[in-house]
């Protein structure tokens, strides 16, 4: 089985610029979760949504924006980019929406926003 | 509300010696603890987790973790380093109700020849 896969894997915008990002979970998984990685620092949670609904949120601004489709893959949208949001994005699935259940990540989407 | 401390963001050892790297959690309700490595350009990957099962966590790749509520700390051991071993390493905690996991800063992992 594939695992989770994000795409794309690299790219670069300009401040005030929008993007999405996307991620496909393992086949099976309801659940998906963005996180944003700064360098130098761990994962920040951003969303989670199990089902097609959100179910969690992270302290970050209106400007991210995510949602998941009936086949479980999600986009991760942000607008009007600031250099503080370059940062490797990590999508991750899980097969429920419990605590306990691992995550599993994928490589991730860097972005670099000049 | 939920947060994980990671006691030092870089950790030296020569490849044979001991690994422990320092993981202090707070959590109001039971938590749930994980162990994740990150290898250069990757994305994370599961080491161990608890449950409650057992405060005794085997992982993979002969890691470790004790989970000590008094203590409120979940450290990760490996009896003996190899150089493969080299990565940054993260401590995680989640709640029951699964709405996020807070992840630590990370440690790097250095292992010496």
């Known amino acids: 089985d594939a695992g989770v896969t994000q795409s794309p894997t690299h790219l670069i915008k300009t401040r005030g610029q929008h993007v999405t990002l996307r991620c496909s979970p393992i086949s099976g998984h309801k659940s998906v979760s963005w996180y944003q990685q700064v360098l130098g620092q761990g994962p920040q949670f951003i969303f989670q949504?199990?089902?097609?609904?959100?179910?969690g949120r992270g302290n970050f601004p209106d400007r991210f924006s995510a949602r998941q489709f009936p086949n479980y893959s999600s986009e991760l949208n942000v607008n009007a980019l600031l250099l503080g949001d370059s940062a490797l994005y990590l999508c991750a699935s899980q097969r429920e929406w419990e605590g306990s259940a691992e995550a599993f990540f994928g490589q991730g989407t860097r972005l670099t926003v000049v | 509300a939920q947060s994980v401390t990671q006691l030092g963001s870089h950790v030296s050892v020569s490849e044979g010696a001991l690994v422990l790297l320092r993981c202090n959690y707070s959590s109001s309700v039971p938590p749930y603890l994980f162990w994740y490595v990150q290898y250069p350009n990757q994305g994370l990957q599961l080491l161990l987790k608890y449950t409650s099962a057992a405060t005794l966590v085997k992982g993979i790749n002969g890691f470790e973790a004790e989970f000590k509520k008094s203590e409120t700390s979940f450290h990760l051991t490996k009896p003996s380093a190899h150089m493969s071993d080299a990565a940054e390493y993260f401590c995680a905690v989640s709640d029951t109700g699964g709405f996020k996991t807070i992840f630590g800063a990370g440690t790097r992992l250095f292992v010496k020849a």
């Open positions: 949504y199990y089902e097609k609904e959100e179910r």
